[in-house]
């Protein structure tokens, strides 16, 4: 039986030990996995961050560009704006997106991802389907 749902996408964050998830604060006998701005998390826990660090890698390094078309420019702005509400400083210096660190209490981070997460799933998804589309 094959399960698609993004519960089950594949992640790759490094290994890490820590004695409880910093997520839902489970006890991490065998240590847990290392999510940015988040921390250790345990191996149920994880499968949430898959998308989020879907978003930091869409956001970090992005060159701030006038070329490309209104429907990217759109869902992108959701991406970064939607990072920034949830609580992280995202800074422009030189020319590109930077995530640059986390500006809310991590409970408070967490609990929102929960809510905002599907959201972000979307916009991703719809700014990644545009990308490399100019302006007409
Ligand atoms: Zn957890």
Redesign the pocket.
Known sequence: MTHTAPESKPHTFPHADAAQ??????ALSKG?YDVPFIGV??P??VLKFVAFAEVLKFIEGRAITTTASREFNFSASRVITGLRVLGFEVSTDGGTFHVARRTRRLNDVVKSWKKVRAEFERDLKAASGLEGQVAA
């Open positions: 998830c910093a997520c839902c604060g489970l847990g998390v345990g149920k826990c």
